[in-house]
Nanobody
Framework: QVQLSESGGGSVQAGGSLRLSCTAS??????MGWFRQAPGKEREGVAA????????????YYADSVKGRFTISRDAARNTMNLQMIELATEDTSVYYC??????????????????WGPGTQVTVAS
């Protein structure tokens, strides 16, 4: 089965950068994405990328709140995914999760679309 594990979280000052990584074991799946959830808030889709076109195009998808600041990338051969985050702000503070699913029935940034989840990594942005 698919297992996911995140790394790269930590504490940074506002305006700083951080790079998250997700390592997947098991079969490669088409869709992988990053989500975040802060205390008292709903789980939010941050970025996702499909390897091949299915219902959705094989491209990167971003939440409006992170466009221009976050960049998702995948290495299908190594079954890994990264999230490069720049210009971090305090509102980016959250636990970040790696998620995947082979075929999406709903949108790529909707958390209910995904089947497999990592345990999460904490990102804290201080002012």
């Amino acid at each position: 089965q698919v297992q996911l594990s995140e790394s790269g979280g930590g504490s940074v000052q506002a305006g700083g950068s951080l790079r998250l990584s997700c390592t997947a074991s098991g079969p490669t799946v088409n869709t992988m994405g990053w989500f975040r959830q802060a205390p008292g808030k709903e789980r939010e889709g941050v970025a996702a990328q499909l390897l091949e076109k299915q219902t959705y195009d094989a491209k990167a998808y971003y939440a409006d709140s992170v466009k221009g600041r976050f960049t998702i990338s995948r290495d299908a051969a190594r079954n890994t995914m990264n999230l490069q985050m720049i210009e971090l702000a305090t509102e980016d503070t959250s636990v970040y999760y790696c998620a995947s699913k082979n075929y999406l029935l709903w949108g790529p940034l909707g958390h209910r679309s995904y089947e497999y989840w990592g345990p999460g990594t904490q990102v804290t942005v201080a002012s």
